[in-house]
């Protein structure tokens, strides 16, 4: 197939364009790059990051991220287990097929792991996933070494995009989006919404190798998140499975309050959450299920946030999310649970016990699995 693609002269249609290229990602066997990557937030400054990608077909990959300032998520596929890690969180999933199929949170969102890229690597089958078919395609710029096309995304947050594509070798060089849908999130939010005037995100792509072999030691599980990107006595201990959670009241939108005491004999869900965060925001829907699922069952879900009453009641009232709402202006309850990150689900047993902290968003089969754990019947 790659050499049939090498006979292949690149089409005039931005669309086809497009799908040209995505079925040169596909068939390549590896692919290596180093990436810089900045964001850019309405007036404020640059956030700088720095990447590297090593890819083997079809799913062992291995993506770095390192923010300025020194915090390093990464994010392993070995080809059964997808391995994130970071300062704050440590999880495992079941691997994805493809590259592209890649749904966790640190591979899904912009400012984690996630890139436009990975469709590419899906051929021309992943291109309705790419590209909202709203809106055609249009080339913005047909000089120079690169041809740029423009299109409107499907993936979520990253809205318009441009995607600089080498002509002669198919393969994407740079990217960059205004991720739309997000910012309208944020505006939402009374006092960030009127400092964000827009944001403009590039990933620019530089040492690209392909086709050429690739030291699989680099798809190993990773080292612990503590051990490798933060010093020991800055750690928090996550509290352990099967001993007490701590003790805590919690004052609710409407008016009431909740003790963990008075939820004895009910497996309880923790979402710490904040309006502002989109992972938060994805994972709340599945929070709103569990809730009206098995709320009759002996599950007492309690969505936690920092925020104030104000952010937090409208938000709710225009998602039509009826859970149960508790604030924590101090944060003291979340820093009792050892909360660095948002979304944070804590599972608690019948018998006040602590049964799982789960870090990150798209986790929905792990936390139906601690739930089970606990003694709800699912």
Known sequence: MAALLALQSPPTDPAAFLKWSMDRHRAL???????????KYGSEGSMPATRTIDYVAPRRFRIVNSISGGFVMTSVSDGKQLYEVSRVNSSTYPAP??????KSMQMSHPMFCGSPLYAFF?????YGKLVDGKQKPVFVNTGGRLRTVRFFSALGSYGTTDVSIDPRSGLVHRIRYLSEPLIAEMRKDPEVGSKVDGSTTTESYEGIVVNRPIDAK????????SAESMPAEKVTVKIAPGTPAPAFRLAGLDGGTVDL???RGKVVLIDFWATWCPPCRESLPNTLTL???????????????DETAAKVRPFLKEHGYDFPAYLDPNSEVSSAFGVEAIPTFVI????????????????????AAALKRAGLPM
């Not at 097929?97 to 890649?102: K, M, P, S």
């Open 97 to 102: 097929a493809r590259l592209d199929q890649a």
């Open 291 to 305: 809730h009206r699922k098995y709320a009759d069952k002996g599950l007492a879900v309690l969505t936690v946030s």
């Open 29 to 39: 066997r590896s692919y290596h790059a180093r990436v810089k990557w900045s964001a």
């Open 348 to 367: 608690i047993d019948r018998n006040g016990k602590m049964v799982d902290t789960i870090v990150g968003g798209g986790q929905d089969a792990r936390i």
């Open 122 to 126: 899906a051929g021309r089958d992943g």
């Open 218 to 225: 680099l798809f190993a599980k990773p080292k612990e998140a």
């Open 261 to 263: 005491k008075e939820l």
